[in-house]
């Protein structure tokens, strides 16, 4: 079952912050941020692990909220090259499969 | 160290054919799994191998099917190509060093169109 993202897409200006969310109707393993430019292939940004465990980007930040089986990635200070599309995967159990959210667009201008 | 290659980077073909997508991973990477990326249905997952092994599976018809080698290379297969098939192909490499999916390293794709 695929994670909800939300907002659909958001527009920056340089030096702003936002707040990406995904949420899961199923108790999560680990949760996966990734960032995907137009033409591109996603790239990873930070995984989040069923007890406090993260693993990523000096430059990003998230948090996971287990209870709730929520997380929530950080865009603070927003740069050009923040501009893409950002998923969020979530792994159930550790069972080697990522469900990927819709994405959300976020468009960094000057 | 070399990226995730993939081959054929674009391929046309018509409804009926089938198709055979390749796989190099990182260099070291046991680990590959495909996903299926669309406008409209994102990134879904279609397998993950594992020293030649599939350990998961995404819920997708039998018509799409992998391997993976001794050399960790992997390759997909879509039988019956149906319109409905067309998207970019991903393929994504992991070091694979603990319990559950790692660090996903993705290549370029493969861009299938189907007529």
């Known amino acids: 079952q695929q994670p909800v993202q939300s907002p659909q897409a958001v527009i920056l200006r340089e030096g702003e912050d936002a707040v990406i969310n995904c949420s899961s109707s199923?108790?999560?393993?680990?949760v996966h941020w990734y960032r995907q430019k137009h033409g591109e292939a996603p790239v990873f940004l930070m995984i989040?692990?069923?007890?406090?465990e993260q693993k990523g980007h000096d430059k990003i930040s998230a948090s996971f909220n287990e209870k709730k089986q929520q997380s929530s990635l950080y865009l603070t200070a927003s740069q050009l090259s923040y501009s893409g599309t950002y998923f969020c995967?979530?792994?159930?159990?550790?069972?080697?499969?990522?469900?990927f959210g819709a994405g959300t667009t976020v468009t960094v201008r000057a | 160290k070399a990226g995730v290659t993939q081959t054929p980077r674009y391929l046309i073909k018509t409804r009926g054919q089938q198709v055979t997508l390749s796989c190099s991973p990182i260099?070291?990477?046991?680990?590959v799994s495909w996903y299926q990326q669309t406008p409209g249905q994102g990134l879904q997952f279609l397998f993950e191998?594992?020293?030649?092994?599939?350990?998961n599976k995404g819920n997708f018809p039998g018509r799409f099917s992998g391997r993976q080698f001794s050399n960790s290379r992997s390759e997909m297969n879509v039988s019956t190509l149906e319109l409905g098939d067309s998207a970019l192909y991903l393929c994504?490499?992991?070091?694979?060093?603990?319990?559950?999916?790692?660090?996903?390293?993705f290549g370029p794709g493969t861009r299938l169109t189907v007529l």
């Open positions: 994504a490499s992991s070091p694979d060093t603990g319990v559950g999916t790692d660090t996903q390293y």
């Open positions: 199923k108790a999560l393993y680990s």
């Open positions: 989040l692990l069923k007890g406090g």
């Open positions: 995967g979530t792994e159930k159990a550790a069972d080697y499969k990522l469900s």
């Open positions: 260099s070291g990477h046991r680990s």
């Open positions: 191998y594992f020293s030649e092994t599939q350990r």
